[in-house]
Every structure is written in structure tokens, then in C-alpha cells.
């Protein structure tokens, strides 16, 4: 095939159409306008709405092919808009020859904006800013960041409306708002049914909403304790009979007004696995709380509640990694200065084995916690995370055996 700087082009033809074809085969050639007008007053009917679909298609180019099946079983009008676009200088045809016929196999957009904004379509500089407005600043909250990036793969028209769902989100994690699908979905967009089936496996696929407060139905604090619940108006939850674990909304928590019962302390386990266990084998002596990682406003509410009727020390046991300092601490803020991790010790990051490596993320919240006032074992964890390179997974650990040490 001739190179593009190595074309040799011919005269224009009766229709102001110069020709380059391909040496030596001549099997193949490129068309184009020698001035061409670039008007499109005449291009009408379903010529133009091919046109139009084309452009909306995006990119510099498109082959043969696609031109082809955007017309669907209409090949004359493909074929007869093309020359439209050709003859008044819009675009660059290639072509190859079978037999007497010449196909077409691309076209080139050599105008493109300027043809979009002649059929009032928005143009693509004009579209690359819109884009990039809405993109705006990356969210304050960093578990958003992978979601935020997703945007630059949306169409257009998508991208916008889930940017603002972006910037909403962040704003009610930063509020520390917690509530039901429809209680967000009213907060973003004013809607309780305004969010998309597609919206929400969008949000789900990159994070997990249900860690940010946003839950598919009325959220519930999972716990087993020996404890006598007195609620207000009357009556009482014996969580002494259960023997695994129970939820609680947070209206059940909001009426309870006195406890009965001594656990040893409160215990507040990060995963979910690791939490069932552990309520199983001791939520008979220990006050065992499942924190769903970041835990979200109502559930610090819910914990300062029960922790004023229920006024003991805490263990918190979170992943020994960078997100698990952070998230222990978090959770920990009902208790002021009365509480101690559990299993978040240099030790226990060994006792977890390989484990993980350390991401940019893991090194950032580490950079972070540099400027935060650890306590020695949070701090000895740290700084063995940022010499090993490498994290632990806290389903590795019976939190149990770590009780005592």
C-alpha cells in the first residue's frame, strides 16, 4: 500500500474528485474533494439520518462495513451518502476495486466538528469539554476513586448523570449518612425511584454500598451479646437466647433504654466470616459487634447508644493492613480512649501468613496515618506493613487465641 506522504494524486474529475490510487496493484484508491463547498442543505431524508448516526457512532474513522450496517438493507443510501459526504468535502474515501465495481472499505471524517455542528449535533471539542467538567475533581472519599475513574468509559449522556451521582455519594459518605436504597436515591437525585437497575449494578460493581451506608433494605447491626435489652414503652430483647448472632434497626436501637447482663467486654470483628465465628464461639461472654468496614454514621450512632447503656471497654479486630488501622480507628469512636486492637499487631500480620501485597492505596493510607497519633501496637503494625510490603487478611486468624496475649 502507497504511503500517505508517497501519493501521487490525480486531477479533479467533473465532480471535483482527485484520486490516489494504490502502486502497483491499482486494486485500491483514496478519494477525496479537491476544495468541496461543505454544504448540507441538501442532504435530506434518510441520508441524513445515516449521517447522523454515523457521527453519533464517534471516531475518526469507520470501515466499510459499518457504514453498511448502520443502513441496514438500504446499501444505495449508504452508498449515495457517502458520495454526498465526499463531494462536498467531508470526508476521505478508500476503496478497492472487484472487478469493475469500486467497494468501499473506510471512510475518514475530515471535518467532523464542523459537519456535527452543521447538523446540530453537539461537536466533539465542545463534547470533550462537557466530559471533562463533569469529571470535575476526584472525590474526597478515597473508596470512591476506582468509581470515579470508571466514568471516563460512559457515553456521554451516562457519564454526566453519574457524575452527579459520584459527587452525591461523596457527599453523603462525608456526612456519614446511612439509609435504604430509596433514602439515597431521594438524597441524589431528588427521586426515591429516580436510580436505574443499571445504575445501581454500576455503583455495586465498584464499590460496596452497603460499607458506605447505603443498604438494600433497612440496615441492621448484627450482634450477639449476654444481654437483657430493656426497650421504652415496655417489654424487653433477651439476646441471652440467641445463639448465633441478630440484627437490629437502628428505630429498635433508638428505643432501647436500659441493659441487664456482664459481658467481658465489647468485642467489633471486620469480617464478616471471622465475626460469625467468634460470635458463636463467645458472644456468650463477650458483647460481639460485626463493623462492616468503614462503618457508617447510624452505625456509630447505634454503637454510642448502646455503649451509654452498656458502658465497658472494647477490642477492635480489624484486617492487619493500612484500610484495617483506619477502619479500627473509625469504629472505635464510641469508646474515646477506651479500647485496644485485637489481633492488629506486627505478630498477627505474620501469623496471617504470605498474605497480600501492598498497593498505592495501602502505601497512601499509610503515608497518612504517619500524621496520626497511633497508639504503640497500631503503630508497631504500621511500620512492620511498610517493611514487609506485604498485608494480612484477618479470616486467617482465630481471634479467639489472640484474647489472652
Known amino acids: 500500500m502507497t504511503k500517505a506522504a508517497d501519493r501521487i494524486w490525480g486531477p479533479p474529475d467533473a465532480d ?38 454515523l457521527l453519533r457512532a464517534g471516531g ?30 467531508w470526508i476521505e474515501l478508500r476503496e478497492k476495486r472487484r472487478g469493475s465495481v469500486w467497494e468501499i472499505t473506510a471512510l475518514r471524517w475530515v471535518h467532523a466538528d464542523e459537519l456535527r455542528g452543521a447538523l446540530t ?18 472525590p474526597l472519599d478515597e473508596r470512591l476513586l476506582a468509581l470515579h475513574a470508571s466514568l471516563r468509559t460512559l457515553a456521554t449522556r451516562t457519564l454526566l448523570r453519574r457524575a452527579t451521582l459520584v459527587a452525591r455519594l461523596d457527599r453523603w459518605c462525608a456526612e456519614q449518612r446511612g439509609g435504604s436504597r430509596n433514602a439515597f436515591a431521594q438524597f441524589a437525585l431528588d427521586d426515591t425511584h429516580g436510580m436505574t437497575s443499571a445504575d445501581w449494578h454500576w455503583l455495586a460493581r465498584h464499590v460496596d454500598l452497603e460499607e458506605l451506608g447505603v443498604s438494600t433494605h433497612t440496615p441492621g447491626l448484627l450482634l ?20 448465633d448472632m441478630i440484627a437490629l434497626s437502628p428505630l429498635t436501637l433508638g428505643r432501647l433504654c436500659g441493659a441487664e447482663g456482664s459481658p467481658v467486654a465489647w468485642l467489633l470483628v471486620e469480617n464478616r466470616t471471622s465475626f460469625e465465628e467468634v460470635a458463636r464461639k463467645i458472644g456468650d461472654r463477650y458483647a460481639v459487634v460485626w463493623m462492616p468496614g468503614y462503618v457508617p454514621g447510624w452505625w456509630l450512632d447505634a454503637m454510642r447508644h448502646l455503649v ?9 479486630a480489624a484486617d492487619p493492613d493500612p484500610a484495617g488501622i483506619e477502619i479500627a480507628l473509625r ?22 501468613g504470605r498474605g497480600k501485597g501492598m498497593t498505592d492505596h495501602d502505601h497512601a493510607i499509610l503515608a497518612r496515618l504517619s500524621r496520626v497519633e497511633l497508639d504503640a501496637t497500631l503503630a508497631s503494625l504500621a511500620e512492620a506493613l511498610a517493611g514487609r510490603g506485604r498485608k494480612g487478611e484477618q479470616e486467617a486468624l482465630d481471634l479467639t487465641e489472640w484474647l489472652d496475649q
Do not use: C
Not at 469507520?62 to 441496514?72: E, I, N, S, V
Not at 449535533?121 to 476526584?138: F, Q
Not at 469504629?331 to 496471617?352: D, E, F, R, V, Y
Open 331 to 352: 469504629a472505635s469512636i464510641p469508646w474515646g480512649s477506651n479500647w485496644k486492637p485485637l489481633a492488629m499487631s506486627p505478630q498477627a500480620l505474620a501469623a496471617t
Open 16 to 53: 471535483g474528485i482527485r484520486a490516489s490510487y494504490d502502486s502497483p496493484s491499482r486494486l485500491g484508491r483514496l478519494r477525496r474533494a479537491a476544495a468541496g463547498d461543505r454544504r448540507v442543505d441538501t442532504l435530506l431524508g434518510e441520508h441524513r439520518a445515516l449521517v447522523v448516526d
Open 121 to 138: 449535533l453537539p461537536r466533539r471539542d465542545a463534547e470533550a469539554g462537557r466530559r471533562a467538567d463533569a469529571m470535575g475533581a476526584a
Open 308 to 316: 451509654s447503656l452498656v458502658p465497658l471497654p472494647a477490642l477492635v
Open 224 to 243: 450477639r451479646a449476654p444481654l437483657r435489652l430493656m426497650v421504652d414503652g415496655g417489654g424487653e430483647l433477651d439476646l441471652t437466647a440467641i445463639p
Open 60 to 89: 475518526d474513522a469507520l470501515k466499510g462495513k459499518t457504514l453498511f450496517a448502520r443502513a441496514g438493507n438500504a446499501r444505495h443510501v449508504a452508498i449515495a451518502a457517502a458520495e454526498y459526504l465526499l463531494v462536498h468535502g
